[in-house]
Nanobody
Framework: QVQLVESGGGLVQAGGSLRLSCAAS????????MGWFRQAPGKEREFVAA????????YYANSMKGRFTISRDNAKNTVYLQMNSLKPEDTAVYYC????????????????????WGQGSQVTVSS
């Protein structure tokens, strides 16, 4: 069992930056693929980014490429999402997810591919 706890959300002005963190319990964190999703009010949850167990492979949703960066520190059991040039449309609850089998391009956008979820962290971008 893996427990995920997000932190770092908050209110920021458009053009600003935030860094989300996701702390994971469990000794096998370094073998898990990790990802971020988000859900805006009235919308379905959508894929944001994912990173392989080694950190060597990353995937991003097209709208986040160049603005968001996912990274991980296996020694700290933590995955990060650095968000720059934030826009009001980035306002959402951001969820951390873990997958016990490593990731691939075809499965990362699918919610059903992920085994564990955090409780979410609110990010609000004001205009």
């Amino acid at each position: 069992q893996v427990q995920l706890v997000e932190s770092g959300g908050g209110l920021v002005q458009a053009g600003g930056s935030l860094r989300l963190s996701c702390a994971a319990s469990g000794r096998t964190f370094s073998t898990y693929g990790m990802g971020w999703f988000r859900q805006a009010p009235g919308k379905e949850r959508e894929f944001v980014a994912a990173i392989s167990w080694s950190g060597g492979i990353t995937y991003y949703a097209n709208s986040m490429k160049g603005r968001f960066t996912i990274s991980r520190d296996n020694a700290k059991n933590t995955v990060y999402l650095q968000m720059n040039s934030l826009k009001p449309e980035d306002t959402a609850v951001y969820y951390c997810a873990a997958r016990s089998i490593d990731i691939s391009a075809t499965i990362v956008p699918l919610e059903a591919s992920w085994d564990y979820w955090g409780q979410g962290s609110q990010v609000t971008v004001s205009s």
